[in-house]
């Protein structure tokens, strides 16, 4: 099986489906943006970190896997068995947050990005998790997105301002309170 097909050369792209959509679509731009996110994810999992959390980071990629293919079909036309995301892949990322969050200070102040670069990598994640969110609920006031997609990135994102901090900590990284000018 050859990776081109020519198909897209014009501009379209087919949904699962077959609907053909113009590649700048709501949907394209979803999963689209989902899928530079799991990217993200992976060179944070690609980093010099506890194992524990390239475990946690290959599920998610799991799970984004799963909420791209939801993205990507066509919610009046395909009839494909797709997979589906559940509440405890939620309650997986609160879990984790509940974990790491018992281990961190409390936070008293917004935190500037950086420290580190596997730190920064995480936040950088976390901005486009938080894209692929507002893309989607645009994508939900036009066309049906399940309800669980959005919750799940939302928890992501925080899940990933989370693992920002615990990484930091665990690298001995400083965070850096915001201190705004007044």
Same mark, same amino acid.
Not at 101 to 107: A, I, K, M, R, T
Not at 175 to 181: F, L, M, T, Y
């Given at each position: 099986?050859?990776?081109?097909?020519?198909n897209?050369d014009?501009?379209?792209? %087919? @949904?699962i489906?077959?609907?053909?959509?113009? $590649?700048?679509? !709501?949907?394209?731009?979803?999963?689209g943006? /989902?899928?530079? *996110?799991?990217?993200?994810?992976?060179?944070?999992?690609?980093?010099?970190?506890?194992?524990?959390?390239?475990?946690?980071l290959?599920?998610?990629q799991?799970?984004?896997?799963t909420i791209?293919? %939801? @993205?990507?079909?066509?919610?009046e036309?395909? $009839?494909?068995k !797709?997979?589906?995301?559940i509440?405890?892949? /939620?309650?997986? *990322?609160?879990?984790k947050?509940?974990e790491m969050?018992?281990?961190?200070?409390?936070?008293k102040?917004?935190?500037?990005p950086?420290?580190?670069t596997t730190?920064s990598?995480?936040?950088?994640a976390?901005?486009?998790?938080?894209?692929?969110?507002?893309?989607?609920?645009?994508?939900?006031?036009h066309?049906?997105v399940?309800p669980?997609?959005m919750?799940?990135?939302n928890?992501?994102?925080?899940?990933?301002f989370?693992?920002?901090r615990?990484i930091?900590q665990?690298l001995?990284?400083d965070?850096?309170?915001?201190?705004?000018?007044i």
């Open positions: 099986m050859k990776i081109y097909t020519k897209g014009k501009g379209t792209t %087919s @949904l489906g077959g609907t053909r959509v113009p $590649k700048h679509s !709501l949907r394209i731009e979803s999963y943006t /989902v899928d530079e *996110l799991n990217s993200y994810i992976g060179l944070i999992r690609d980093q010099e970190i506890d194992s524990i959390y390239k475990l946690q290959l599920e998610i799991d799970r984004l896997f791209g293919s %939801s @993205l990507a079909a066509d919610p036309k395909s $009839k494909m !797709l997979p589906d995301l509440d405890s892949d /939620v309650q997986f *990322l609160e879990d947050m509940d969050d018992e281990q961190l200070p409390e936070l102040f917004f935190i500037l950086g420290g580190n730190v990598y995480c936040h950088l976390r901005c486009v998790c938080r894209r692929a969110e507002r893309i989607t609920t645009n994508l939900d006031e066309e049906f399940a669980i997609v919750q799940y990135l928890r992501l994102s925080d899940y990933l989370v693992l920002g615990k930091a665990d001995g990284a965070e850096q309170a915001w201190r705004p000018r």
